[in-house]
């Protein structure tokens, strides 16, 4: 191809500056003409779309956020908003497109494919490390270090005030963020969707605990696993053990971004860019082992991640 466009879509995530970064040096370095698309799906709706050259994306791979925007667009769920997407990306000549983000935008592009044939590449950006094929998603380790620092810090109050403390992760329905940032921070317990837990027996062992000296009780929740606070208030009210919730929020998606995730997202931005402009299509790279892996598209949306059975052994035995 000798045009091609990206964009970012759904929640940002840390990393896909570095990203859409190397999307648009790879391209030029090719000699191919490279589109940078505002704030996703809803700017391609829009015409919001800019030919780019080197110095677009000059000072960007050390921000958070997406120096391109996002937009979370419920108009591209229909067949006319992506049929009119379509008709504007061939009035400018764009033969293919990248798409960086989650489960949904990467579903959008999917379809978009499916219904006009146009070549696509998909990049799995999204803190959540819930895209199936990939065992790496951008962004996914820095906002696993913002909660390790929130952990550090909540574990020094919790333990001078001898406190249970439950905090509330993001990851939609996945508790993978809730599953590796609760065992690099030592949590006593990790809640997740994808394995069952029983309050009751968790607050009888929190008493027992306590009765042996313990000092305090972290318990990291996945947002898929249940409300925080609610979790919280029923832990207070069987225990009688001194409890507050914190629920982390947006601050997991912000932030420069880590090493690994700069690294890795640039190595996917390169292959994504490389892969269009060599025709291919319906693919999303991801990691697996280490390793960058390419993944059919459409195999991608249609299946649902699992947790590393691994980690969650981990988990049980670490408590
Ligand atoms: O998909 C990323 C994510 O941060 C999820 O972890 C969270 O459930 C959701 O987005 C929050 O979405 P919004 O930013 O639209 O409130």
Redesign the pocket.
């Known amino acids: 191809l000798k045009s091609i466009a990206v964009m970012t879509s759904?929640?940002d995530?840390p990393g896909m500056n570095a990203a859409a970064r190397a999307v648009v040096r790879t391209a030029l370095y090719e000699g191919v003409k490279v589109w940078g698309i505002r704030d996703g799906y809803h700017g391609l709706l829009e015409e919001d779309m800019f030919e780019m050259k080197s110095k677009d994306v000059g000072d960007i791979i050390q921000r958070g956020g997406t120096f391109l925007g996002t937009a979370?667009c419920n108009r591209w769920k229909t067949p006319e908003g992506r049929m009119l997407g379509y008709q504007h990306l061939v009035d400018r000549g764009i033969q293919g497109l990248c798409v960086i983000g989650?489960?949904g935008s990467l579903r959008g592009a999917s379809l978009l494919s499916q219904e006009t044939g146009i070549p696509i590449v998909g990049l799995p950006g999204?803190?959540?490390n819930d895209v199936w094929g990939s065992d790496y998603t951008i962004g996914c380790d820095t906002a696993a270090n913002t909660i390790i620092d929130a952990i550090n810090k909540l574990r020094d109050t919790a333990s001078a005030h001898r406190r249970v403390i439950v905090m509330e992760v993001?990851?939609?329905s996945s508790g993978w963020?809730a599953l590796v940032s609760g065992i690099s921070g030592g949590a006593e317990y990790i809640l997740v969707p994808e394995s069952p837990f029983d309050l009751d027996k968790i607050c009888e062992d929190m008493k027992v605990a306590y009765q042996e000296g313990k000092r305090y009780i972290l318990v990291v929740v996945a947002?898929g696993a249940g409300s925080g606070q609610e979790i919280g208030d029923y832990i207070a009210k069987k225990t009688e053990l001194d409890t507050r919730v914190s629920v982390l929020g947006?601050i997991?998606?912000g932030g420069s971004p880590s090493v690994i995730d700069r690294v890795r997202a640039s190595q996917l931005g390169e292959q994504a860019a490389l892969a269009l402009i060599s025709g291919l299509s319906d693919i999303v790279f991801g990691f697996s082992k280490g390793r960058v892996v390419s993944i059919d598209l459409h195999d991608s949306v249609n299946n649902k991640k699992k947790l590393d059975p691994e980690y969650l052994h981990l988990a049980k035995v670490l408590f």
């Open positions: 759904g929640g995530s979370r989650g489960d999204t803190i959540d993001m990851g939609r963020l947002e947006h997991q998606r």
